[in-house]
């Protein structure tokens, strides 16, 4: 395997890690540019219908105020291709939330107060915001997120079905979710004579630059867009929001820098949330435990005025060796906010139900459940029929189950008790994608023996300038010191944004590429380098992007140890235990963090956190942190993640695969097996919170 060596695989720490705990990395709210002024958006407040007016009059008459954008006279914008960014081009009200005005002041205090001054008057329409698997107005996309097929079908899964002599016929139920990173989306914008300036909280601003172009119809090349540090996204920052659009159209009116910090309350209804689901599951099997049947359905929910698809139902193409199958999703147009990517869009929320469909199937059996997948295994893609590329599920599950303790394990359910607590232990698999697409990079070698990488990658959090760092030093031979990224600036060599677990893979290729041809060049050259020094570039266009005769994914296996208090009905995770088989790790520091977070993600999902709709107000209730629980400190149990070597040549140079979601995936179906295995009950609706349990442990 090329590009390996005494570096990649390192425990490196991060190079921008004293600039943060020191507070001198800045964000994109962290600018204080000459004259800068800040914005605070006016959200609609009913569900769906129209403005008829606004009256900014007493808006403006308060102190610092220098102007209100609204649909009458805010700057024209091109149509965009993503209905989220046409902000404050109509009197329409899509959603409750729906931006209707910007005010702009000297500080964000008298913005903020002078948003409560702005009047607005609606024309009020009917509105329906109740996803419900029998709505009338359900219907079969397409296809879904990804650009995968709605429907897959092999053979006759009815009747295989009804022939099968075991059989599973379940419901889950996940809601919505919300990304909530720690830094709301946040953008500053400012003019430098005639170049837009905007530094922005992105997972890409290669991306971000050329919708600026289009929406304001300025060449790509007087735009700059910079995110040096960017804190999560979780998804919701893959694509611009409404905050760069409104940053840019302030700074055009008041030609002075602006700065736009969505407030946090906001961020449910404008940057997209994980939609809700409604899974069946309908599992056929021998009484030896294979499988015959499998069909998935899921059921979500979009925007009426954009379609997205959770491709939850997808995940179980992959998984095991079934002949007969159906997976589909069907789809209902709510008035409600636009759904969007968030951290294993498909596979957190269709995992968990496929992963539990099978923990009952294991019950039904009377089948330990680690036994139950390993005899299902697939030696090919089911779905595409083709090989994987490298396929170490059953590896994890073993190692796993060895390190964890699995063989003491006691089956029967409420076997076992500590005074009030009832304890149990439980499994799920984990799979994601083989993501990558083409990126171009720099790499120069300077007179002192020093080098410079180029690429425009972002970090969102994950270590992405360190990684990038050790691929380049192994590809150079030299050491790692010797070796500076520069990453963050669409001034940049372009490069994909930072999601789907695709960036270190795509960058790191190309990155790879640009260096080995520096190495190259360099063994070729005999004297000085020149003052500037000699730069090589690359751009995998064709290679990244060519198609695979192979199946490529990460895969993994959790388990989790729970307790549940019959008192109380807390449910509280003792123990998260994780093995995964992603290819070649090449930071083993980073890679346990964002494996560990993952984790911790997914134990949130299972545990606390979850979203509702207010039917009357079409509004979600959970929109902050004090209402929309993320797990704390005190929720978090011992962590251990842990890999197996896995060498894969079908993937890129450095043989890696994406490790940022993978964690998520299948972390809540381990925590809800683990509480089945400790109350006999069986909970099928996230999150498994106090009110739920307590009420299923008295037998309501």
Request: aromatic share 4%.
């Amino acid at each position: 395997m090329t590009g390996t060596g005494p570096t990649t695989g390192a425990p490196a720490e991060r190079r921008e890690g004293r600039q943060k705990v020191t507070g001198s990395a800045r964000y994109a709210a962290e600018h204080p540019l000459p004259g800068r002024a800040h914005a605070w958006p006016v959200t609609a407040t009913i569900a769906r219908g129209r403005v008829t007016s606004i009256d900014t009059a007493a808006a403006l008459d308060l102190p610092g105020v220098l102007t209100v954008l609204t649909h009458e006279d805010a700057p024209r914008i091109t149509e965009p291709d993503d209905p989220m960014l046409a902000v404050l081009q109509d009197p329409r009200v899509p959603h409750r939330g729906w931006y209707v005005a910007l005010v702009v002041a000297r500080s964000l205090e008298e913005a903020r107060l002078a948003a409560d001054a702005v009047r607005v008057e609606y024309a009020v329409e009917e509105h329906d915001v109740t996803l419900r698997a029998d709505h009338p107005d359900a219907y079969e996309p397409d296809t879904a997120n990804g650009g995968f097929p709605a429907r897959r079908e092999h053979g006759d899964p009815e009747g295989a079905f009804a022939s099968a002599p075991v059989r599973v016929d379940v419901a889950y139920r996940v809601p919505p979710l919300h990304n909530h990173p720690m830094e709301p989306h946040t953008s500053t914008a400012h003019w430098e004579s005639d170049r837009l300036v905007v530094h922005t909280s992105s997972q890409g601003t290669t991306t971000v630059r050329a919708a600026l172009a289009a929406l304001f119809g300025i060449p790509e090349d007087r735009i700059t867009v910079v995110a040096d540090h960017v804190g999560g996204g979780f998804g919701s920052k893959g694509t611009p929001r409404p905050d760069v659009v409104l940053a840019v159209m302030a700074a055009r009116r008041t030609a002075r820098p602006v700065t736009v910090a969505l407030p946090r309350r906001q961020l449910p209804a404008v940057v997209g949330h994980r939609a809700p689901t409604l899974h069946r599951l309908r599992l056929g099997a021998g009484t030896d435990g294979r499988l015959t049947s499998l069909t998935h359905e899921a059921v979500t929910h979009s925007s009426r005025i954009k379609e997205f698809v959770e491709q939850a139902a997808v995940p179980a193409r992959t998984m095991y060796a079934v002949p007969h199958s159906r997976t589909l999703h069907r789809l209902v147009r709510l008035d409600v906010p636009i759904p969007s990517w968030m951290r294993a869009p498909g596979e957190a929320p269709g995992m968990y139900a496929l992963e539990s469909a099978v923990d009952e199937l294991a019950d039904e059996l009377g089948m330990d459940p680690i036994q139950l997948r390993l005899l299902n295994e697939p030696e090919r893609e089911p779905d595409s029929g083709k090989p994987f590329s490298s396929r170490h599920l059953t590896e994890c599950l073993r190692d796993g189950a060895r390190r964890f303790g699995w063989a003491g394990r006691d089956p029967r359910p409420r076997s076992r008790a500590e005074g009030p607590l009832l304890v149990g232990t439980g499994v799920a698999a984990a799979t994601y994608p083989v993501l990558v697409a083409p990126s171009t990079a720099e790499a120069r070698a300077l007179p002192n023996g020093t080098f410079v990488v180029r690429i425009n990658a972002t970090d969102i959090g994950t270590g992405a300038r360190t990684v990038l760092a050790q691929v380049a030093a192994d590809a150079l031979g030299v050491p790692l010191a010797r070796v500076r990224t520069e990453v963050g600036s669409s001034d940049l060599p372009s490069a994909p944004l930072a999601g789907g677990s695709s960036g270190t893979a795509s960058w790191g290729w190309s990155v790879h590429e640009a260096c080995t041809r520096l190495a190259d060049a360099l063994a070729a050259r005999t004297g000085r380098l020149p003052d500037e020094g000699i730069t090589v570039h690359a751009d995998t266009t064709g290679q990244a992007d060519a198609d695979s005769p192979y199946a490529r994914h990460a895969f993994g296996a959790h388990f989790a140890e729970t307790t549940v208090d019959r008192v109380t009905g807390e449910v509280r995770v003792r123990r998260l235990l994780s093995v995964y088989a992603a290819g070649r790790i090449l930071n083993a520091r980073t890679a346990r963090s964002q494996f560990v977070g993952g984790m911790i993600m997914g134990l949130g999902m299972a545990l606390t956190e979850g979203s509702t709709m207010d039917t009357v107000f079409g509004d979600f209730t959970e929109s902050d942190l004090a209402t929309y629980h993320v797990p704390v400190h005190a929720d978090v149990p011992r962590v251990e993640a842990h890999w197996i070597d896995e060498e894969d040549t079908h993937l890129n140079p450095m043989g890696s695969k994406g490790i940022g979601e993978i964690g998520t995936v299948g972390t809540a179906a381990a925590i809800g097996n683990a509480v089945h295995h400790a109350t006999g009950i069986r909970f099928r609706d996230l999150p498994l919170t106090p009110d739920k349990v307590l009420t299923a442990l008295a037998g309501g």
